[in-house]
């Protein structure tokens, strides 16, 4: 099943199922924390959301080997982690806004990523110490993400760590629907039932920077889901951003960061394109 969030005028934050021609059909709930059927009401106007507003954003770096490398580093043995807050996330049709405190000129990067949503497990069980021959099972569903990086803040201002200069307002776009990892109901298609099959894309201006499948990610979604659920509860609508291809724009030769009138595309098979202006702050 497509799911959606909408603010809605009249009646707020909806959830939504996203039928194949458009059309929003209300669900009855919150999916990720209970059971939430199509109403057989069919929603306009609104604004799209994010379609998760998430507990926590666990992000992952360096987890294509080409995209390491394109960074003069070496493939990592073990997962490596890193966090934003939800504070940054926004939706598609939201602004990526570039902040005034960029000092030394542009620095502002695109990262097309596959953002795996934790929902329940068997029996409503939390994810919490998830063996990777198990880890699936706690999988919502899958959306884009944009981990959006002001690289001189990741490298240089952030006292060694990465989080800084990946934490800004706006600097985690999601959308612009779930694609959940099992059916929903009889006859529903709109799954992703392997997550480690799918292309990803990245286009800046009608120009593609990044190509790439997630079949060629270091460590698959089942083995990170294993490694942050150590000892740690993944509650429903963690997000856990797998990281990017190669191809982001200040490994490029000339290097291309973000500018005003800029817009950004994340393609993923089975989800669609996720989209998001850019602006000056």
Same mark, same amino acid.
Request: net charge negative; charged share 25%.
């Given at each position: 099943?497509?799911?959606?969030?909408?603010?809605?005028?009249?009646?707020?934050?909806?959830?939504? #199922?996203?039928?194949?021609?458009?059309?929003?059909?209300?669900?009855?709930?919150?999916?990720?924390?209970?059971?939430?059927?199509?109403?057989?009401?069919?929603?306009?106007? !609104?604004?799209?959301?994010?379609?998760?507003?998430? #507990?926590? &954003?666990?992000?992952?770096?360096?987890?294509?080997?080409?995209?390491?490398?394109?960074? !003069?580093?070496?493939?990592?043995?073990?997962?490596?982690?890193?966090?934003?807050?939800?504070?940054?996330?926004? !939706?598609?049709?939201?602004?990526?806004?570039? +902040?005034?405190?960029?000092?030394?000129?542009?620095?502002?990067?695109?990262?097309?990523?596959?953002?795996?949503?934790?929902?329940?497990?068997?029996?409503?069980?939390?994810?919490?110490?998830?063996?990777?021959?198990?880890?699936?099972?706690?999988?919502?569903?899958?959306?884009?993400?944009?981990?959006?990086?002001?690289?001189?803040?990741?490298?240089?201002? =952030?006292?060694?760590?990465?989080?800084?200069?990946?934490?800004?307002?706006?600097?985690?776009?999601?959308?612009?629907?779930? &694609?959940?990892?099992? +059916?929903?109901?009889?006859?529903?298609?709109?799954?992703? +039932?392997?997550?480690?099959?799918?292309?990803?894309?990245?286009?800046?201006?009608?120009?593609?920077?990044?190509?790439?499948?997630?079949?060629?990610?270091?460590?698959?979604?089942?083995?990170?889901?294993?490694?942050?659920?150590?000892?740690?509860?993944?509650?429903? =609508?963690?997000?856990?951003?797998?990281?990017?291809?190669?191809?982001?724009?200040?490994?490029?030769? +000339?290097?291309?960061?973000?500018?005003?009138?800029?817009?950004?595309?994340?393609?993923?098979?089975?989800?669609?394109?996720? #989209?998001?202006?850019? #602006?000056?702050?």
């Amino acid at each position: 099943m497509r799911i959606a969030r909408v603010q809605h005028e009249e009646s707020g934050v909806l959830w939504c #199922r996203v039928h194949a021609d458009g059309r929003r059909e209300r669900l009855s709930g919150d999916p990720l924390r209970e059971a939430a059927a199509p109403t057989g009401e069919f929603i306009t106007g !609104g604004r799209a959301l994010a379609p998760v507003d998430p #507990r926590a &954003v666990w992000c992952i770096g360096k987890n294509y080997a080409e995209h390491a490398r394109e960074f !003069g580093g070496d493939v990592p043995d073990r997962p490596v982690v890193f966090m934003k807050p939800a504070s940054c996330v926004v !939706g598609d049709g939201d602004d990526v806004v570039l +902040p005034r405190c960029q000092f030394d000129g542009p620095e502002v990067d695109y990262e097309s990523e596959l953002a795996v949503v934790i929902g329940r497990g068997p029996g409503g069980s939390p994810c919490k110490d998830a063996t990777e021959a198990d880890a699936l099972d706690y999988v919502f569903g899958y959306t884009c993400g944009n981990d959006v990086s002001a690289r001189r803040w990741q490298k240089d201002r =952030g006292g060694g760590q990465w989080v800084r200069g990946k934490s800004f307002d706006t600097f985690c776009p999601l959308g612009p629907v779930i &694609v959940t990892a099992r +059916p929903a109901f009889e006859g529903d298609e709109d799954v992703i +039932p392997d997550p480690q099959a799918l292309r990803i894309a990245c286009r800046v201006s009608g120009e593609t920077r990044q190509g790439d499948t997630t079949a060629n990610m270091v460590f698959s979604v089942a083995l990170l889901i294993a490694f942050l659920s150590q000892d740690t509860t993944l509650p429903p =609508g963690t997000v856990i951003l797998t990281g990017t291809p190669s191809g982001v724009g200040m490994a490029s030769e +000339p290097p291309r960061p973000l500018r005003d009138g800029d817009t950004v595309e994340v393609e993923i098979e089975r989800i669609g394109t996720l #989209r998001n202006p850019v #602006r000056d702050a």
